[in-house]
């Protein structure tokens, strides 16, 4: 059986929009709706042999396990039997990036059809030929059944386990070819926002290297504002000998330095607040005229990294074709957009975009960060210059510093509490784009996606607790340093502030946290999950403080993207004499409806809640002289081993269609530990990270 | 010049003498399952056994390794394929989610518990906090490292 004809449904060509007069638009990823007759291109049968073509990118959230299971179950053959294989442009039908944790939900039903519209065919006795999908109901699919009870687990798909507990190659950077080269593009240490390009070099020192191959000058350098050098060696630890006998000098555009401060202040929610309303209104309710708050609280976020282990990386390779209709150029990457990458490529090179091949790896940490053409350019013009096959690798100072960030926040919630509700509520934020990042958007085009208001920033603000009378409102302000998706977008910091809020707002009540959470909600998805996550852990034993240690306990819980929903409970102590804070539990009970793949959501989910306690405790990215200020993990330190304690994660069982489970617990866990905090020292801290210097500062200032 | 690259001699390629260990291992060698993270020592994805004991190959040369045993995660399994202890435990809790440092902690782990056939919590903690997850594996990897210990003969 073959694949169904696709390339003709696939489209051709690079993007060519214009607008009058704004020069040009860059290319604009697209995000079709992927069908069970495209998804009939991801699976195949040859001579007994089953082979899944992956049309989500994995980065470690599991797809390939959960969607080879599913293929297995619809199919009726063991998982093993069903051969995995990351897809290049060629081999399937555009599909559209890994984001949002949307894999499941937008793959799942089309992937499940094609598979028994194929084991139907396969069953009467066809065995060659395309194949035209079914549109078989859901209820109709065997790997769509709602199953009872998640802890009995059926064998899970082995995806790329075997391999990579073996270290067999995987990732972009395992890419070799006979005749590669090394490749790296130097940049200014500024950040792209600015217009910078290289002035002066020591290229004789350069040569005198014998690894050094070529140094490289190309307009199709540039990333945003900055023009880099490329330089191209035998070997990848010469290109740091190169990059230091070089001596690079710079020249960057005058009056454009910025330091932290700057940041700071163009965010600053109150000088904001002062101008009037905000840009964007979530809910505009009326709120009283008098400012009789029961709470006044203003929290503040930095920036963030997305700290992938794994740097970028990309291989590219031209190759000769005389008749000029075959593949002009091969690029293997560990994206999380395949198509939006071929795309930007054949802008770049002025090719039809079926002669460029863009090969899928699996990706060393996503967390959004891998969604721009960068690496794959960088790789892709120097392989043209040299005339040879080149590998960049990112250094870590350079994915620290050229990929785009968190944005920083920052928050004023007023609250009124009034017989024992919340009556009124105002959550105003100022932060920068997410969704349109300054990473790939001029200035002119980000103003017009303005109007519509960037709802990555917003994620995750809307209140899941009901209250009458809400103002949520926002803006995001252009910043120096590029921002842009990170896990959960928005809703890791706006969670962490609507969950800070809530819990003062029943301590002013004199209300538990949980009964006061659930009083304020209809939601049963969401009392549920509160209830869940409450009862593991014992909610009411709530830990004693003592002479050394002083103990707290907090919860929080949220609705992520509006249909998954998570709650958490953390356990914290803190050492009086050194201000040292250690989470010692958390528990989170999580409802993604029909979960595919029990193992992988619980990964995710304790993955999750290793981020929130890292985004709480550890996280800040420093900025200084005009860009980000760290080069090492040094400089931007993670939870290690022993900052990660029991992780105890319950799943919901549930029927309901299956949402995304990536980024769910990004709701839960974060304001869990703000408030095992506040609870532990009676000090609500309002600027994150809270490091032991913070804490014992706070707790001298508190007596 | 030549190494000894699991149990094997392996001649070391013209101009990659003192180049890191990290990179004549995944270029020349194609051995890419001990990975890059940092080049700094200080993420641990790049760890190998040096005469059974972790070190980072980001920080070694192969002039420096003369008459040393270098063990990369490729030499781990039997021959026959059969698993190291340390891999089938991670193969059975699903420890790795990008799977990126998993490498580098497998060594680790194998590393620690040829030195500490039972270790404790903090000596878990000791050994693999220079190892970074950026996934959120750590609980995984505390409890596969105590599952092989449980499995060792003492």
């Given at each position: 059986m073959k694949r169904r004809q696709f390339l003709a449904a696939a489209g051709a060509g690079a993007l060519t929009v214009t607008l009058a007069g704004c020069g040009l638009v860059p290319v604009i990823p697209k995000r079709p709706t992927s069908t069970a007759n495209d998804a009939l291109g991801w699976i195949r049968h040859e001579q007994g042999r089953y082979t899944l073509w992956l049309p989500s990118a994995e980065m470690g959230q599991q797809i390939s396990t959960a969607l080879q299971g599913l293929a297995a179950t619809e199919l009726g053959v063991p998982p093993a039997q069903v051969h995995l294989q990351l897809p290049g442009t060629r081999a399937i039908a555009r599909v559209r990036a890994t984001v949002g944790s949307a894999s499941v939900q937008d793959f799942a039903l089309p992937l499940a059809r094609a598979c028994a519209t194929l084991r139907e065919a396969l069953a009467q006795g066809q065995t060659s030929g395309t194949l035209a999908a079914r549109d078989i109901a859901p209820s109709a699919l065997r790997s769509l059944q709602p199953r009872t009870g998640i802890a009995k687990e059926t064998a899970v798909a082995p995806g790329q386990l075997h391999a990579l507990v073996t270290g067999q190659p995987l990732f972009a950077g395992d890419?070799?070819?006979?005749?590669?080269?090394?490749?790296?593009?130097?940049?200014?240490?500024?950040?792209?926002?600015?217009?910078?390009?290289?002035?002066?070099?020591?290229?004789?020192?350069?040569?005198?290297?014998?690894?050094?191959?070529?140094?490289?000058?190309?307009?199709?350098?540039?990333?945003?504002?900055?023009?880099?050098?490329?330089?191209?060696?035998?070997?990848?630890?010469?290109?740091?000998?190169?990059?230091?006998?070089?001596?690079?000098?710079?020249?960057?555009?005058?009056?454009?330095?910025?330091?932290?401060?700057?940041?700071?202040?163009?965010?600053?929610?109150?000088?904001?607040?002062?101008?009037?309303?905000?840009?964007?209104?979530?809910?505009?309710?009326?709120?009283?005229?008098?400012?009789?708050?029961?709470?006044?609280?203003?929290?503040?976020?930095?920036?963030?990294?997305?700290?992938?282990?794994?740097?970028?990386?990309?291989?590219?390779?031209?190759?000769?074709?005389?008749?000029?209709?075959?593949?002009?150029?091969?690029?293997?990457?560990?994206?999380?957009?395949?198509?939006?990458?071929?795309?930007?490529?054949?802008?770049?090179?002025?090719?039809?975009?079926?002669?460029?091949?863009?090969?899928?790896?699996?990706?060393?940490?996503?967390?959004?960060?891998?969604?721009?053409?960068?690496?794959?350019?960088?790789?892709?013009?120097?392989?043209?210059?040299?005339?040879?096959?080149?590998?960049?690798?990112?250094?870590?100072?350079?994915?620290?510093?050229?990929?785009?960030?968190?944005?920083?926040?920052?928050?004023?919630?007023?609250?009124?509490?009034?017989?024992?509700?919340?009556?009124?509520?105002?959550?105003?934020?100022?932060?920068?784009?997410?969704?349109?990042?300054?990473?790939?958007?001029?200035?002119?085009?980000?103003?017009?996606?303005?109007?519509?208001?960037?709802?990555?920033?917003?994620?995750?603000?809307?209140?899941?607790?009901?209250?009458?009378?809400?103002?949520?409102?926002?803006?995001?302000?252009?910043?120096?340093?590029?921002?842009?998706?990170?896990?959960?977008?928005?809703?890791?910091?706006?969670?962490?502030?609507?969950?800070?809020?809530?819990?003062?707002?029943?301590?002013?009540?004199?209300?538990?946290?949980?009964?006061?959470?659930?009083?304020?909600?209809?939601?049963?998805?969401?009392?549920?999950?509160?209830?869940?996550?409450?009862?593991?852990?014992?909610?009411?034993?709530?830990?004693?403080?003592?002479?050394?240690?002083?103990?707290?306990?907090?919860?929080?819980?949220?609705?992520?993207?509006?249909?998954?929903?998570?709650a958490a409970v953390a356990d914290v102590e803190v050492q009086r004499a050194t201000g040292q804070v250690r989470v010692v539990a958390l528990w989170c009970a999580h409802d993604c409806g029909l979960v595919l793949q029990p193992d992988g959501v619980r990964a995710q989910t304790e993955g999750n809640l290793v981020w929130c306690l890292g985004m709480v405790l550890h996280e800040r990215l420093p900025v200084a002289r005009s860009g980000v200020a760290a080069a090492s993990f040094a400089d931007y330190p993670l939870p290690r081993m022993g900052d990660v304690p029991p992780l105890h994660v319950q799943l919901i069982d549930s029927s309901a269609p299956p949402t995304g489970a990536g980024e769910t617990a990004m709701v839960a866990g974060a304001g869990a530990i703000a408030n095992a905090l506040r609870d532990a020292t009676g000090v609500r801290f309002t600027r994150l990270p809270v490091r032991s210097a913070d804490v014992l500062q706070a707790l001298a200032a508190r007596g | 010049m030549h190494i000894t690259l699991n149990q094997h001699p392996q001649p070391v390629p013209t101009g990659w003498e003192d180049e890191p260990l990290l990179w004549l291992l995944r270029e020349p060698l194609g051995l890419t399952g001990t990975r890059f993270g940092c080049g700094m020592g200080q993420c641990g994805a790049c760890t190998v056994l040096i005469d059974g004991v972790a070190e980072r190959a980001c920080l070694q040369t192969a002039r420096g390794l003369q008459g040393r045993a270098i063990t990369t995660i490729e030499g781990l399994a039997e021959p026959d394929g059969t698993l190291h202890p340390v891999q089938q435990v991670w193969r059975d809790l699903r420890v790795p989610q990008c799977g990126y440092c998993q490498s580098g902690q497998i060594m680790g782990a194998v590393a620690l518990l040829r030195a500490t056939h039972r270790p404790t919590d903090a000596q878990i903690d000791a050994a693999m906090s220079g190892h970074l997850c950026r996934c959120g594996t750590q609980q995984r990897v505390r409890a596969a490292i105590h599952q092989v210990a449980r499995g060792t003969k003492p």
């Open positions: 890419t070799r070819l006979p005749s590669l080269l090394y490749g790296r593009v130097l940049r200014a240490p500024v950040s792209a926002e600015i217009n910078s390009r290289p002035k002066a070099w020591d290229e004789t020192a350069a040569r005198a290297d014998p690894a050094c191959v070529a140094m490289v000058q190309h307009p199709r350098l540039a990333q945003m504002g900055s023009l880099g050098l490329g330089i191209v060696a035998r070997t990848p630890s010469a290109l740091d000998r190169i990059e230091a006998a070089l001596a690079v000098q710079w020249q960057v555009e005058d009056g454009s330095a910025f330091e932290q401060a700057a940041i700071d202040a163009r965010i600053d929610i109150d000088t904001q607040l002062r101008r009037g309303p905000l840009q964007h209104r979530l809910r505009k309710d009326d709120l009283p005229a008098d400012t009789a708050w029961t709470l006044d609280l203003r929290m503040d976020i930095p920036l963030a990294a997305h700290a992938p282990i794994e740097p970028r990386s990309a291989t590219a390779q031209w190759l000769a074709d005389a008749d000029q209709e075959g593949i002009a150029l091969k690029v293997w990457a560990g994206t999380q957009d395949l198509f939006y990458m071929r795309d930007v490529l054949a802008r770049q090179f002025n090719l039809n975009a079926e002669r460029i091949e863009v090969q899928a790896c699996r990706i060393g940490g996503g967390f959004g960060g891998r969604t721009l053409c960068t690496v794959e350019l960088e790789a892709a013009v120097l392989a043209q210059a040299v005339g040879a096959p080149v590998k960049v690798q990112w250094s870590r100072a350079q994915e620290f510093a050229q990929g785009f960030q968190r944005p920083p926040s920052s928050h004023r919630v007023r609250a009124r509490v009034h017989g024992g509700r919340i009556t009124h509520w105002w959550h105003a934020l100022a932060s920068s784009h997410i969704l349109f990042t300054p990473a790939a958007m001029p200035v002119w085009m980000q103003t017009l996606a303005d109007l519509a208001g960037d709802s990555g920033v917003a994620r995750g603000a809307q209140m899941p607790y009901d209250v009458p009378q809400q103002r949520i409102e926002f803006t995001a302000q252009r910043l120096p340093v590029h921002t842009g998706p990170w896990r959960g977008l928005g809703a890791g910091p706006n969670t962490l502030v609507v969950e800070s809020a809530m819990d003062e707002c029943a301590r002013h009540a004199g209300a538990d946290p949980l009964a006061w959470r659930l009083q304020h909600t209809t939601d049963e998805r969401l009392a549920q999950v509160l209830r869940r996550a409450a009862a593991e852990a014992r909610w009411p034993e709530r830990p004693a403080s003592d002479a050394t240690t002083l103990r707290g306990r907090g919860i929080a819980g949220g609705i992520y993207k509006g249909v998954s929903y998570a | -």
